[in-house]
């Protein structure tokens, strides 16, 4: 998704992890879908910090 920024399959990837049954996850996506549109548009924004530390321009990086 982040490679393409493509936000499209987000919803689908959401509910695969709300029905695994491993709490983590389970947790991990009611924190995504409480602010999903921003996670959306870090997703389809051409600048966002996953992009930055996959390409060692991230905070932390010398």
Do not use: F, Y
Not at 35 to 57: E, F, K, M, Y
Request: glycine share 8%; charged share 20%; net charge negative.
């Amino acid at each position: 998704m982040l490679d393409a920024r493509d936000a499209t399959l987000l919803p689908d990837w959401l509910e695969h992890l709300a029905v695994c049954h491993l709490p983590a996850l389970a947790g991990l996506t009611k924190a995504i879908r409480e602010d999903q549109a921003a996670v959306v548009r870090g997703i389809t924004t051409p600048l966002n910090s996953a992009l930055l530390i996959r390409n060692g321009s991230g905070s932390g990086s010398s």
